[in-house]
């Protein structure tokens, strides 16, 4: 017999409720949720800097998450929802 488990946490939010696309990101805020894997800070910083200086974005917002093998705190996931018009998370190595 062989046991599969899936690996994939559970939703933490309606993906029906997820907000219409930007028309724009002229004067919004991004956010970054860093997974804490090699050179990702590395990409985000440059990320970051050609959004604000190409695309007008107002202001970046960056968090970084202990480990890539669990979902980012509560607080960092309410706190970039607040404050951020679109939030990225991503992956390096």
Do not use: W
Request: overall charge negative.
């Amino acid at each position: 017999m062989v046991k599969l488990y899936d690996p994939t946490a559970a939703p933490r939010a309606d993906a029906g409720a997820a907000n219409p696309a930007l028309a724009t990101l002229s004067g919004k805020v991004v956010g970054f949720i860093d997974n804490a894997k090699p050179n990702f800070d590395h990409l985000v910083d440059e990320l970051a800097d050609l959004l604000v200086s190409h695309y007008g974005v107002k202001r970046v917002v960056k968090r970084r998450k202990t480990s890539a093998s669990i979902p980012a705190p509560e607080e960092i996931v309410r706190e970039l929802a607040q404050e951020c018009d679109l939030v990225i998370t991503g992956s390096g190595d």
